[in-house]
């Protein structure tokens, strides 16, 4: 079952068909005990919408913190440890790469997340920027995944290579996160042959495409959340992206009007463009 919010409230898809959910916010619904029974008891009631708009749909977040985890595939440790390497910082990320304790950094609230065909940014002061596909869990203040759905954790390459320290900066700003289309409501964790695959269109032909798949992910989701609720609780739940696997050749910067296409098995395609 697939949640989606959008202008007109929220549904849930099953199937290829649309139920409207009658709840005050998605606030409403991460808190309860069991969403998935809830909303299979609304599939279940058979009130079918006849046609579901997609062009209203709405990034699926509410008072949620959205945070993010760092260097959990090889490809990120290798590409951030050459971009940092001039500036002597390479050396961290192969150690967080190796630690026991995983890399987990702040990254938006709702306001800095753009939905699905909205537009993301690049920083004015930045030279060289990426999107970072990403697997992004839901998960409630119990500390449990309830639910999967696409993250692009914006990044500039350039301002974090010249300094770790200046990772924030580099990956929190306005329209830095995009979220959607829609969570995949499920308690069962995804098999690890899910793949995660990017495309960049550009009208000149020079974009870039890669996949891959969650066996890569060093980490398991559950120790990526345990250490994200060590000392830290989230009343309304939280997002978590769970890192890249996919980083563009050092010769990729995005664009203006670049189409960013994130596609995860079972959740669907989060489409962008760059503003
Ligand atoms: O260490 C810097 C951030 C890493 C990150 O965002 C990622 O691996 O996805
Ligand atoms: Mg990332």
Same mark, same amino acid.
């Given at each position: 079952?697939?949640?989606?919010?959008?202008?007109?409230?929220?549904?849930?898809?099953?199937?290829?068909?649309?139920?409207?959910?009658?709840?005050?916010?998605?606030?409403?619904?991460?808190?309860?005990?069991?969403?998935?029974?809830?909303?299979?008891?609304?599939?279940?009631?058979?009130?079918?919408?006849?046609?579901?708009?997609?062009?209203?749909?709405?990034?699926?977040?509410?008072?949620?913190?959205?945070?993010?985890?760092?260097?959990?595939?090889?490809?990120?440790?290798?590409?951030?440890?050459?971009?940092?390497?001039?500036?002597?910082?390479?050396?961290?990320?192969?150690?967080?790469?190796?630690?026991?304790?995983?890399?987990?950094?702040?990254?938006?609230?709702?306001?800095?997340?753009?939905?699905?065909?909205?537009?993301?940014?690049?920083?004015?002061?930045?030279?060289?920027?990426?999107?970072?596909?990403?697997?992004?869990?839901?998960?409630?203040?119990?500390?449990?995944?309830?639910?999967?759905?696409?993250?692009?954790?914006?990044?500039?390459?350039?301002?974090?290579?010249?300094?770790? %320290?200046?990772?924030?900066?580099?990956? &929190?700003?306005?329209? /830095?996160?995009? @979220?959607?289309?829609?969570?995949? $409501? =499920?308690?069962?964790?995804?098999?690890?042959?899910?793949?995660?695959?990017?495309?960049?269109?550009?009208?000149?032909?020079?974009?870039?495409?890669?996949?891959?798949?969650?066996?890569?992910?060093?980490?398991?989701?559950?120790?990526?959340?345990?250490?994200?609720?060590?000392?830290?609780?989230?009343?309304?739940?939280?997002? %978590?992206?769970?890192?890249?696997?996919? &980083?563009?050749?050092? /010769?990729?910067? @995005?664009?203006?009007?670049?189409? $960013? =296409?994130?596609?995860?098995?079972?959740?669907?395609?989060?489409?962008?463009?760059?503003?």
């Amino acid at each position: 079952m697939i949640l989606y919010r959008t202008t007109d409230g929220l549904f849930v898809e099953q199937d290829g068909r649309f139920y409207p959910v009658f709840a005050e916010s998605l606030d409403a619904l991460v808190v309860l005990d069991d969403l998935q029974g809830f909303l299979s008891s609304v599939v279940d009631k058979g009130d079918v919408v006849p046609h579901f708009d997609i062009h209203k749909l709405l990034a699926p977040i509410g008072s949620q913190e959205v945070w993010a985890s760092g260097v959990t595939y090889y490809r990120s440790r290798s590409a951030r440890m050459e971009e940092s390497k001039a500036a002597g910082g390479g050396d961290f990320y192969d150690r967080v790469y190796s630690a026991e304790r995983p890399e987990l950094f702040f990254k938006a609230v709702a306001h800095k997340v753009v939905g699905p065909n909205g537009k993301v940014r690049i920083r004015r002061d930045a030279t060289w920027s990426v999107p970072e596909p990403e697997l992004t869990l839901l998960v409630n203040p119990s500390a449990q995944i309830i639910g999967y759905t696409i993250g692009n954790d914006m990044s500039s390459r350039d301002i974090e290579g010249l300094n770790p %320290l200046y990772l924030p900066q580099a990956k &929190v700003y306005d329209q /830095s996160c995009s @979220l959607g289309p829609g969570i995949l $409501i =499920r308690n069962e964790p995804l098999p690890s042959s899910t793949r995660i695959r990017l495309d960049i269109l550009r009208s000149e032909a020079s974009g870039f495409s890669a996949t891959i798949t969650l066996e890569e992910l060093k980490r398991s989701l559950a120790t990526l959340v345990e250490y994200l609720f060590r000392d830290q609780s989230f009343p309304w739940g939280c997002f %978590l992206l769970t890192g890249t696997g996919i &980083v563009p050749p050092d /010769s990729f910067t @995005l664009q203006k009007a670049d189409e $960013i =296409r994130i596609t995860i098995d079972k959740i669907g395609t989060l489409v962008n463009s760059v503003a």
